[in-house]
């Protein structure tokens, strides 16, 4: 069984092993009501015939034909006569009637039981004269069984040509079903074919801009292979989009590379010859060089970090969120001495990794700070309500354009008043990477009055109070 199922599905596509299978479960049906249908037909025919004999046997006894032994009431040897039939004693001794009186049809040890009364009425089936007949032996009146036969080769050719017909019909109903088969698989598995093609495709020119091309009566219907390309068409459409951020990323990070490695370069070669430079003009080409070294080895750092998606699970704790903004703060105040911080901190407890959400709120802190003139203050504000967990950075400054605002978070972007700002354009771009692996969400408005504020929102269900 094992070698015939690998001999017919094995390496065969999976059209035509759907197609077989169709067709197979399609015919075997066909088959099978036409099976029974034969058997009903052969029943009934069967059952017509002994029910004419009863009628027939129940008008000899009705029409008091029979009361001798031996009487002949049909004619069985031509056969025109619509039944023969005759009256046999119980006793196998009694003598035999000859001539036209004689016995035609066979007498057995049942025949006489019949007679006897030990016996009921039966059916049988006889041979008289090279033709098959019919014959009903049912108890007579004064220990005498009466036997009645009729040709039953006609029933017999009714029940073969049904046998033919019905055959014929199956075969055709096998060639239908193969043909339907056929045609349900492939119409079934044209979008699979489709996806196969693409995904060949795809996997030759190694581009994902292809998508699987559905007609609109296909795209209309919600059948499993439906949904299977259109969450194909999705998956190659995040596949795209994935494939271009790396190239944008490539692309950025090249381009921001350049320039500082490029004046690493310069300062280098000048301290190479640091014998012709003067004093001062070494501290300068060394500070710089140091200052270079640092932004790069940030930058990468950075990017580093953006290539990870995902927070180390076996770090993550209950973090005190105040008490955390509040380190953060001080830390900001250190490093912004030309700000005023204010802080306004209700007590909250989030999940996650104490290092990477102290990364997230400096980030916000240094780039409100950066963004705003000397003396402005920076406002951080930790609200707790039953809906939500709110922390809020807001600066003073000149705010976020209306064009600006989209774009705030993409990897290196920088508007144009920024450009002429120290950093690489990563900062709130990591800022928003962490927060979603915090299960947060990050947003940038314009703040009523001026300036601009970010809000970090926690789910509810994440949260705890302290």
Known sequence: MRSLRRRLFGRRPLRARLALVTSAA???????????????????????????????AALIVQQGRAHDTGTLLGECTWLVAPACAQ????????????????????????????????????????????????????????????????????VDQGVEQAGLLLGAV?????????????????TSLRPVTRLTATAEHIAATRDPAHRIELPPYEARRQDEITRLATSFNT?????????????RL???ASHELRTPLTALRTNAELLARADRLSDAQRDRAATALGRQLREVTGMVNDLIELARDEEPQQLVEQVRLDALAERCVADARGHWPNTFFTADLGPATVPGVPARLARLM???????????????????????TDRALDLTVRDHGRGISAEDLPYVFDRFYRSRQ????????????????????HGAELTAEQAEGGGARFRLSFPVAGRAHA
């Open 87 to 154: 009256l046999v004693g119980a006793d196998p001794a009694a003598p035999v009637p000859r001539g036209d009186r004689a016995l035609v049809l066979p007498v057995t040890g049942a025949t006489r039981r019949v007679a006897a009364g030990t016996l009921g009425a039966y059916y049988s089936d006889i041979t008289h004269d090279g033709r098959p007949m019919r014959m009903l032996t049912t108890p007579a009146r004064n220990n005498r069984a009466l036997q009645v036969a009729i040709r039953s080769d006609t």
């Open 418 to 437: 920024a450009r002429a700002l120290p950093g690489s354009g990563l900062g709130l771009a990591m800022a928003r990477q962490i927060a979603r692996a």
């Open 362 to 384: 400096s980030n916000l802190l240094d780039n409100a700070a950066k963004f705003s003139p000397p003396g402005a203050t920076v406002e951080v504000r930790l609200a707790v």
């Open 26 to 56: 399609v015919a075997l049906v066909a088959l099978g009501v036409l099976a029974a249908a034969y058997v009903v037909i052969r029943y009934e025919l069967g059952r017509q015939l002994d029910l004419q004999l009863k009628q027939q």
């Open 250 to 252: 490539v692309a950025d």
């Open 235 to 247: 998956m190659l459409g995040e596949l795209e989009e994935a494939v271009a951020a790396q190239r």
């Open 170 to 186: 199956g075969g055709v109903g096998v060639l239908l079903a193969a043909g339907l088969g056929y045609f349900a698989s492939r």
